[in-house]
T-cell receptor
Framework: GAVVSQHPSWVICKSGTSVKIECRSL??????MFWYRQFPKQSLMLMAT?????????EQGVEKDKFLINHASLTLSTLTVTSAHPEDSSFYIC???????????????FGPGTRLTVL | SQQGEEDPQALSIQEGENATMNCSYK?????LQWYRQNSGRGLVHLIL?????REKHSGRLRVTLDTSKKSSSLLITASRAADTASYFC??????????FGTGTSLTVIP
């Protein structure tokens, strides 16, 4: 089946620094990728929808200047947490929609997640 | 918020028993999907049911969907200790956005 990878899988950074998380679709083209955040013992919250070649659409309450999303190619989307603070510590998960492999828009593949800890 | 709700929040059963979890959502949907997540790990896709379907089976899993009540249920039959995980429903709305429910934490006691 289709595979989505994330890098890094785990990152620790100091408060005030920026962290970039990559999401790659390894064997299919993804015109749309989604970014989620999950706090401990909570559900996944959709942060933004990223379409290749256009600006991301952010969910209400998500600061677009803080969470920069770039989707420059059909296989790569990046999420940059700028000036990270301890409250940004979370599990960040991306997913990619496979439009061509299965011919179905239902299929969405999730990455393994990136655990961010801000000290 | 378009996040759905699941109940119960936590469920503890003996191995061999059946586990039922429910999901309610708020908007019109294209499909509803169920996922499991082991602690601190990624998501595993379990089953997808489309808005025009009412019931679907996959192995020990049975999913129902009632669009009039905006609700779905996931039944795991003959549970095993390895089924211990968090289970989430997720709905894809007509705008092709994907929202997760609050989750049910299932513990199967050997």
């Amino acid at each position: 089946g289709a595979v989505v990878s994330q890098h890094p899988s785990w990152v620790i950074c100091k408060s005030g620094t920026s962290v970039k998380i990559e999401c790659r679709s390894l064997d299919f083209q993804a015109t749309t990728m989604f970014w989620y955040r999950q706090f401990p013992k909570q559900s996944l919250m959709l942060m933004a929808t990223s379409n290749e070649g256009s600006k991301a659409t952010y969910e209400q309450g998500v600061e677009k200047d803080k969470f920069l999303i770039n989707h420059a190619s059909l296989t790569l989307s990046t999420l940059t947490v700028t000036s990270a603070h301890p409250e940004d510590s979370s599990f960040y998960i991306c997913s990619a929609r496979d439009l061509f492999f299965s011919g179905s828009t239902d299929t969405q593949y999730f990455g393994p997640g990136t655990r961010l800890t801000v000290l | 918020s378009q996040q759905g709700e699941e109940d119960p929040q936590a469920l503890s059963i003996q191995e061999g028993e059946n586990a039922t979890m429910n999901c309610s959502y708020k908007t019109s949907i294209n499909n509803l999907q169920w996922y499991r997540q082991n602690s601190g790990r990624g998501l595993v896709h379990l089953i997808l049911i489309r808005s025009n379907e009412r019931e679907k089976h996959s192995g020990r899993l049975r999913v129902t969907l009632d669009t009039s009540k905006k609700s779905s249920s996931l039944l795991i039959t003959a549970s095993r200790a390895a089924d211990t995980a968090s289970y989430f429903c997720a709905t894809e709305n007509t705008g092709n956005q994907f929202y997760f429910g609050t989750g049910t934490s299932l513990t199967v006691i050997p």
